[in-house]
């Protein structure tokens, strides 16, 4: 069954944050989405009781959309009228405004680290485990209430998970090690002075970056047993890199299988062929493709491939035999898109044609 995505009353959503570069994304994408419409705006003190177009300082390459400019921001914490909620948030305050806003009945939807490992808590990518919303309903029991939270993965974790997910499902991953370059803009505007980034690589991202790229994956592929979520339990280890790029994290990946694949052939077909529910269910954010294979032996590039599919499309490359023993490959994701914004809507879209909104 697909979902029909013209003839429907568009839902008020609030985006938490959203004068950040997250928050801009969401209210970007939102402008024109067929199914959720920017009802409410929210950011710290500094923002409150502004006008967004005054508020926020729009760095995007498309113009600030006109509804979104004149919306009063909000305060955090102020009760909103809009259920379904994005979040955006620095996570020194998301941790618990999401929490607050879940425990009144909201369904809050988060790019932020704070609640990804919590034990009902979904870390979704509707590709891989779209069956992991089963946990919902025993996080609302929790609760008491409708509300729940969902989360969306790291950003470079969404392109790792994304591109092994074919091969962990036909063959088993058993050790895996992924070393990123990883753009600017995923540290937020303020994020890296320019004088350190600029002619410069950096081998260090702080906040644990290493260890959310070393766990959520098992999350993400594991399992939702009806009590608890279960890791997929390969073996991995992760190395970090900031790199003078504004958008698109690019990861170099080596990884050994369970069983034979027979073929680096094989695996290619399984990357390309890959298709998931959001195609099936033709939701609005969803690429066609999840996954592109480019077979040119320079790419993926950040700059070249990152918008693929409006920026939601992952591309992979480079699949090859190690001279190690094991498979080594490529991958690519726009951060700011498939890696937070572009994926909460994602999630949203998949909760409501579940029935969950
Ligand atoms: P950012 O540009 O620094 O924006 C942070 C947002 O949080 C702003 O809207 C800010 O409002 C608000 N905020 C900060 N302190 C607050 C407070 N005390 N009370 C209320 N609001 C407050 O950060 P970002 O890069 O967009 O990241 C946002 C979140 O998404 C983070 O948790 C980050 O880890 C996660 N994330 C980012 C990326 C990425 O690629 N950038 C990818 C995945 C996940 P003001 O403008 O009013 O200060």
């Excluded at 997250?22 to 006008?51: C, M, N, Y």
């Excluded at 063959?171 to 990123?180: A, E, K, L, P």
């Excluded at 992979?316 to 572009?342: E, F, K, Q």
């Amino acid at each position: 069954m697909t979902v029909d995505s013209v003839s429907r009353e568009r839902i008020p959503v609030a985006v938490l944050g959203a004068t950040g570069s997250v928050g801009q994304r969401f209210v970007q994408l939102l402008a024109d989405h067929p199914w959720f419409r920017l009802a409410e705006v929210v950011a710290s003190e500094r923002s409150a009781g502004k006008r967004y177009a005054d508020a926020a300082e729009w760095r995007l390459e498309t113009l600030l959309p006109t509804e979104a400019a004149s919306l009063g921001v909000m305060s955090l914490g102020d009760k909103l009228q809009s259920r379904l909620v994005f979040s955006g948030l620095d996570s020194s305050v998301a941790g618990e405004a999401e929490e607050l806003y879940a425990n009144q009945g909201c369904v809050v939807v988060s790019n932020a680290k704070n609640h990804r490992m919590g034990a009902d808590v979904p870390l979704l990518i509707p590709e891989i485990n779209a069956a992991h919303c089963d946990a919902i309903a025993t996080q609302q029991k929790r609760r008491g209430g409708r509300g729940y939270i969902v989360t969306n993965p790291n950003c470079s974790t969404v392109g790792l998970a994304m591109a092994i997910a074919p091969l962990e499902a036909k063959w088993g991953i058993d050790t895996m090690h992924v070393t990123t370059m990883q753009a600017i803009s995923g540290a937020g505007y303020a994020g890296v002075a320019s004088y350190a980034i600029l002619d410069n690589v950096i081998p260090y991202i702080g906040g644990a970056e290493e260890h959310k790229i070393e766990s959520e994956p098992q999350k993400i592929l594991g399992k939702w047993d009806g009590a608890q979520f279960v890791d997929a339990g390969f073996r991995t280890s992760a190395q970090v890199n900031r790199v003078p790029v504004i958008d698109g994290h690019l990861m170099t990946i080596w990884l050994s299988l369970k069983n034979d694949p027979q073929s680096v052939d094989a695996l290619i077909d399984a990357v390309r062929n890959f298709t998931a529910e959001p195609q099936a269910l033709n939701l609005p954010t969803a690429p066609e493709r999840p996954l592109h294979y480019i077979d040119a032996i320079d790419r993926p590039q950040p700059r070249l491939d990152r918008d693929r599919e409006r920026g939601m499309a992952v591309s992979v490359g480079r699949l090859r035999a190690s001279s190690l023993g094991g498979y080594c490959m490529v991958a690519l994701v726009h951060n700011t898109i498939r890696g937070a914004a572009g994926a909460a809507l994602l999630n949203a879209e998949l909760l409501d044609a579940k029935g969950l909104l």
